[in-house]
């Protein structure tokens, strides 16, 4: 998968520190951060780092995965609802697909999502583990 | 006398996944004594999509909960590992954005086998004594090498330790002081484009390990006019389960006062986050006035000994953020196969 310097630069932030947006029209947030609130289509947006804990919405488990990403077969895809309701669509990690349930509570970590190879950039971001660190939550 | 200079917090992060060391034993014919004999019986390893990057940023971000003090306050942040995602490219400003340190500090990643992120705490005390820096961030993380078949491999380990150091009134632990030994020592290297290090088998013991650490700590205990009754604790860089004990024993510290840091039997060698992680472990059940005295050793060959007195702010940070023991204790375990895949061992061509 080829990943280019620019795409790695622009997402950086709001992949690292799960940073979205809310709307200073209707109060809503989104993720990951768009030029326009996809509820009302305002404008007025300010960026805000979302909370890292919340639970599972909806998951679904890919067995045959595109090429460079055998090594992560299988793949957990979740819909993270977060604790300020704030849903983030990303991978679960440090589980296996047995243990994955709807209403799991999950903590957001810094994980490489893509790799251009061996030679080529890589690309960190946000993913999710089931929280196994009470403290972590507060 | 107490320097103008501290730890103000501490965080760890140990990935979830071990290998016993009997999968090691079967898989490569070892003698079965052989666990027994380093004193370990399982390690730590990295997940797929993890490396000395995301376990850093853990560790920091444990650290930075920890103190909680505002990230743009960071002056510097130094990050010491031998398996560098990116062999040119800082591992360090990619934790330092992901945290919310950037743009105006210091960011580097140094290099000193497993004394390297030791180096960076050195100097991250140096600055905050001299005023540079109000905060300094210093990050231990590997995920160490080691020759497939090696007697390397029942130790080399993942892990990451993290620090922020400031000044000696908001301190956990006060600095009392340092000493520093190094010399040319080829007990342990890996050369440019090999993919493991190479070492000295039994050389990595007296002329390296033991003449670095014994040279450091003796030098510290002599400046400081302190003796090993004075201390109530003391983490040894830990390649292994026994050296530490051993180096201890000859330095005059019962075991009782090195158990407390002594994670290697648990995790393996983390090599930066090491001792290290140890010290971060004391620190969790340490009391107000305690003397910890910390000693990480780095191949090539040196050593760093510490002496730091515990202030009553240990109580009030402790529970603030992940300890060292919840990393140990959640934990999984997969077989030698799924962890050569994990990291990326097996050699496969494109569809």
């Known amino acids: ?138 | 006398m107490a320097r103008d200079s501290g730890i103000i917090s501490w965080g760890a992060y140990v990935p979830r996944y071990r290998l016993k060391a009997e999968e090691i034993v079967y898989l490569w014919g070892w003698d079965p004594n052989i666990p027994r004999n380093l004193n370990v019986t399982e390690k730590a390893v990295e997940n797929v999509d993890e490396d000395s990057i995301t376990m850093g940023f853990e560790a920091a971000y444990n650290a930075i909960l920890r103190a909680g003090i505002n990230p743009k306050r960071i002056g510097a942040v130094f990050f010491g590992t031998e398996s560098k995602p990116y062999a040119v490219k800082p591992s360090a400003t990619v934790i330092a954005e992901a945290l919310g340190v950037t743009p105006v500090t210091m960011a580097s990643d140094l290099e000193f086998a497993c004394r390297a992120a030791s180096e960076g705490l050195r100097s991250a005390l140096a600055l905050v004594e001299s005023k540079y820096i109000e905060y300094g961030l210093v990050i231990g993380s590997d995920t160490a090498q080691a020759n497939p078949g090696d007697v390397l491999e029942y130790t080399a380990s993942s892990g990451a330790v993290a620090f922020i150091v400031g000044p000696a009134k908001e301190a956990v632990a006060i600095l009392e002081g340092v000493y520093t030994y190094v010399t040319d020592t080829p007990d342990f290297w890996r050369r440019g484009l090999s993919p493991y290090p190479k070492h000295g088998e039994a050389f990595t013991g007296e002329p390296a390990y033991f003449s670095h650490i014994e040279g450091a700590v003796r030098g510290l205990m002599e400046s400081l006019g302190l003796k090993p009754d004075d201390f109530d604790y003391a983490v040894f860089h830990q390649p292994n389960g026994t050296f530490p004990l051993r180096v201890g024993r000859r330095l005059g510290f019962p075991k009782e006062k090195i158990l407390p840091g002594l994670v290697t039997p648990l995790i393996g060698n983390t090599y930066n986050a090491s001792a290290l992680i140890g010290f971060a472990r004391v620190l969790e059940q340490a009391r107000p006035g305690q003397r910890i005295l910390v000693a990480p050793f780095g191949s090539g060959a040196g050593s760093d000994a510490y002496s730091f007195v515990v202030t009553d702010r240990v109580d009030e940070l402790r529970d603030k953020a992940p300890r060292v023991d919840d990393y140990i204790n959640a934990k999984k375990y997969v077989s030698y196969a799924v962890h050569a895949k994990m990291r990326g061992l097996y050699r496969r061509i494109a569809n």
Do not use: N
């Not at chain 1, 690292?16 to 990951?32: D, S, V």
């Not at chain 1, 639970?55 to 977060?82: C, H, N, Q, W």
């Not at chain 1, 990303?90 to 061996?118: F, K, N, Q």
């Open chain 1, 1 to 138: 998968m080829r990943l280019s310097p620019a795409q790695i630069w622009r997402t950086r932030i709001p992949r690292y520190r799960l940073l979205g947006k809310e709307c200073k029209k209707c109060g809503r947030r989104h993720y990951p951060p768009r030029p326009a609130c996809p509820y009302c289509g305002s404008r007025e947006l300010v960026e805000v780092e979302l909370p890292r804990t919340g639970v599972i919405e909806s998951f679904t488990v890919i067995y045959t995965v595109m090429e460079g990403f055998k090594d992560r077969a299988p793949l957990i895809i979740a819909t993270v609802k977060l604790d300020d309701g704030t849903r983030v669509v990303a991978p679960i990690t440090d589980a296996e697909p047995e243990d994955v349930r709807t209403g799991m509570r999950v903590e957001a970590v810094l994980r490489r999502i893509r790799d251009d190879g061996s030679y080529g950039l890589i690309g960190y971001g946000t993913a999710f583990r089931p929280t196994i660190l009470v403290h972590k939550t507060s």
